[in-house]
RNA sequence: CGCGGGGUGGAGCAAUUGGUAGCUCGUCGGGCUCAUAACCCGAAGGUUCUAGGUUCAAGUCCUAGCCCCGCAACCA
């Protein structure tokens, strides 16, 4: 029996978590996992925070603390918003445990003997107040190629040109805004391109299962080539190199929080007292390994860890690489320093009980980014708890267990003597329609054989279980998580449609019999909707297990390993079981509610934009506001700026004269709708160049608190060239 | 020519190796009254971005173009 190894992306403990992780990565590997369990099939989980990197001493730095610190606050903050998030982790670790420097550093020195690290030695830029080497990203200058002022350390963004750090013209250290100095440091670079071949054979060897994007984005990787890359670091936060003489030097991040994921069982292993555990995972050919994550990780979990992997030999390799694409928020990318978007623990404050809990996975799952960018909205959220969990399921519920406490005596009702047998036809009916492949045939084939107990609304229902279940299994198989939330979801549709077509409210007095056959029918239903939502679900599926005194099962670790997915389209309430009180599954989301969250968002961005009052020392006289000389003027053409996202290259008519004018205003506004509009430009300014094009002046517009731009232009016709004051 | 993804009814998305363009929401009409003004049934609504091409057959493959988005810069 073959077993499955989970893996989630480790959360950079840099920022908190938010949705777009959740939907990335952590969600759908936790239904995965779920879903399996539930299945039978003996699974681990594993996830982790990665906790090295210099963004995590410099985030120190700025908030006058240790790293220690700081890893601490989003790795005790994170793994707690996971819990209550409901992720059936088996476990969640950390790369700053013991037990993985251990891994790394035995990884490292192994990769040492096979030769497949070599010395280099290559000047490199020191910030000497920082005392620290300065890696790409915090270095800027002038572009030696194109002369841009702001290119970074070894590519320029403008020209994307690629050159060496130390060639950059004026270095500015990021970390203290000095300039830094040369030095010269030793480092071990990984031989990527031993790999080349082995990596191709990986990639292509999976080529028919794997996602597209995840192909793509490797192939594009191995077209380029795979580079010698520096597997060092001069840095004090990290994992020590255990070389002697390499002090001051770890472990580059690219070459060991991927291995969390090894030390992360490790740890789990030992804390269950089984130390040597890990390996029948990790060094065991009948594993599945399935690797959940974003799609900026691709290339390191379909190259770079296979590559470490391949190198320590006797380790699998992932099985697949199901890549989400991006969830935004509102339209715009989730973003930290904008302030965009739903960090969990904010929506944990906001909507603290378990079953809106469970509406966030749902609306998540049901706007998975799987083949492309999607997009959460406050209003979907609302949408989807109103009119499908609270309408359709919670509904379903509600209605068969109000029936039952008015007209059953708040029990799973007890078959009558014409239909005793009920129990055993549904267990034929199900060989019969296991037998066969689709719904539809099955219904044709077997409907009239099992009449003699069932009404067809009875056979209709069970086959949507039965069939609804085995699509949805499907779907989990083949990574399809949406598909598998819609048909589930259309399971509680059937579900009510029974309730709809078999009208109890109307049997119950015309027959008793048929109308308590039906309840047990919709009884037996709950118990399996409880298990089919159990993967999207999990909180709202353990209070309906409490409700018909059912062991709860959600798919949670350490569960005793049976397959009740397959057969969960047969009864398993016994007569007379009492169900609880109703109990509200899902609440409904108010407007009022929603308004308050889209009142929140990016509120601190437009405060922040707000201009602050001046202060006196900024207060001009006005013969400093007379060097300014503003003018009206007539746009006469306008194109975009090829390769810019701001700039429009206008051309205008200031009355004596046509100037060109590169204004950032082309997110806002369209060339065709600039042509033709009197605008005010300050006429005095020194010409710049941007984007490689000469701009004679710029033109005044206002900041909006939306964060757009309002032209300023005159209230009345004026011409061309009249002076503003 | 930096890399990657994408343009499909009003909205959001699907559509295996080319083989009847589907789903959810919304809209309109009907049914029902057990239930959270919920549920169920039916209908309308598409030149699949544009222009060519390959093919018995193209949303899907090829060529050219237009337009979005992401990455490249802490962040799935």
């Given amino acids: 029996m073959t077993q499955t190894l989970i893996t989630a992306a480790l959360p950079y403990v840099n920022s908190f978590l938010h949705l777009g992780h959740l939907a990335g990565a952590y969600l759908p590997a936790d239904m995965y996992a779920r879903f399996l369990r539930l299945s039978g099939r003996n699974v681990l989980f594993v996830c982790g925070s990665d906790e090295h990197g210099v963004a995590i001493t410099i985030s120190a730095e700025k908030e006058h603390t240790t790293p220690d610190k700081i890893i601490d606050k989003y790795h005790f903050a994170n793994k707690l918003a996971f819990e209550k998030f409901g992720m059936s982790f088996d476990i969640f670790s950390r790369t700053s445990l013991p037990e993985h420097y251990d891994t790394a550093q035995e990884f490292f020195l192994d990769w040492l003997d096979k030769g497949l690290l070599v010395e280099k030695e290559e000047n490199q830029f020191y910030d000497e107040t920082a005392e620290m080497f300065l890696p790409d990203r915090y270095v800027e200058g002038t572009c030696p190629n194109c002369g841009n002022e702001r290119a970074r350390g070894d590519q320029c963004d403008n020209c994307s040109a690629n050159y060496n750090q130390t060639d950059l013209i004026n270095p500015k250290s990021v970390v203290s805004g000095k300039t830094p100095v040369v030095r010269s440091t030793k480092h071990w670079y990984f031989k990527m391109g031993d790999f080349q071949q082995r990596l191709e054979e990986y990639i292509e060897s999976n080529a028919s299962k794997w996602k597209d994007n995840v192909l793509q984005q490797s192939r594009s990787w191995l077209k380029q080539g795979l ?16 070389v002697e003489g390499a002090k001051g030097k770890v ?17 789990w292993a030992k804390l269950r007292h089984t130390p040597d555990a890990w390996k029948s995972w990790w060094q065991n050919s009948d594993t599945e390994y399935i690797a959940f994550l974003g799609k900026d990780n691709i290339v390191f979990h379909t190259l770079i860890f296979p590559m470490l992997l391949m190198a320590k030999d006797k380790y699998i390799l992932p099985t697949n690489v199901p890549a989400n694409e991006f969830m935004n928020f509102e339209g715009k990318k989730f973003s930290k320093s904008m302030n965009w978007g739903i960090f969990l623990h904010d929506f944990q404050r906001d909507f603290p009980s378990p079953g809106q809990t469970d509406s966030l996975r749902y609306t998540i799952a049901m706007n998975l980014p799987e083949t492309k ?94 069939f609804g279940a085995k699509k949805v299994a499907e779907h989990y198989t083949r990574f399809r998580f949406r598909d598998a939330v819609t048909e589930t ?27 308590a056959k039906t309840l047990y029918l919709c009884s037996q239903t709950i118990s399996a909707l409880s298990l089919l939502f159990a993967p999207i679900l999990p909180n709202t599926c353990a209070t309906i297990s409490g409700m018909i005194g059912a062991q709860s099962v959600t798919g949670e670790p350490n569960a005793p390993q049976i397959d009740r997915w397959s057969t969960v389209a047969l009864p398993t309430l016994t007569e007379g079981t009492p169900i609880a009180a109703p109990e509200v599954l899902f609440t409904k989301i108010e407007d009022s509610t929603i308004t308050e969250q889209v009142a929140k968002m990016g509120g601190t961005t437009a405060v922040a934009e707000v201009k602050t009052p001046a202060e006196p ?27 810019s996202e701001k700039l429009l290259k206008l051309q205008v008519n200031l009355g004596t004269e046509t100037r060109q004018i590169l204004a950032g205003i082309a997110k806002f506004y369209t060339p065709e709708e600039m042509v033709g509009k009197t605008v005010v430009v300050v006429a005095n300014l020194a010409p710049a160049k941007l984007m490689g094009m000469e701009s004679q002046g710029m033109l005044l517009a206002a900041n909006t608190p939306e964060g757009t731009l309002a032209l300023v232009t005159p209230e009345s016709v004026v011409g061309a060239g ?4």
């Avoid at 006289?621 to 003018?631: G, T, V």
């Fill in 227 to 242: 580079a010698d890359r520096a597997a060092t670091r001069d840095m004090t936060w990290g994992i020590p190199v255990p």
């Fill in 251 to 267: 472990i580059y991040v690219w070459f060991e929080a991927v291995l969390g994921y090894i030390s992360a069982t490790k740890e």
């Fill in 373 to 466: 960018d999607s997009d959460f909205t406050w209003q979907d959220f609302q949408a989807r708890n109103n009119n499908e969990l609270a309408a359709i399921f919670g509904n379903f519920v509600n209605r068969v267990v109000q029936f039952l406490q008015k007209n059953f005596d708040g029990k799973v009702p007890v078959l009558p003597e014409r239909f005793a047998k009920v129990n055993d036809a549904w267990k034929l009916l199900l060989e019969d329609f296991s037998r066969e492949e689709t719904r539809e045939q099955a219904l044709e084939k077997y409907e009239d054989k099992h009449l003699r107990y069932f009404s067809p609304n009875d056979v209709a229902l069970i086959a949507a279980l039965h």
């Fill in 489 to 515: 979801m259309n399971i509680a549709r059937a579900a009510n449609k029974y309730f709809n077509d078999t009208a109890p409210w109307k049997s119950v007095k015309a027959d008793p019999d048929e109308c």
């Fill in 617 to 643: 020392s900024d207060i001009i006289a006005i013969d400093d506001f007379k060097k300014i000389k503003l003018r009206t003027a007539i746009v006469i053409s306008a194109e975009r700026v090829p390769k």
């Fill in 722 to 725: 009249s002076e503003v004051r």
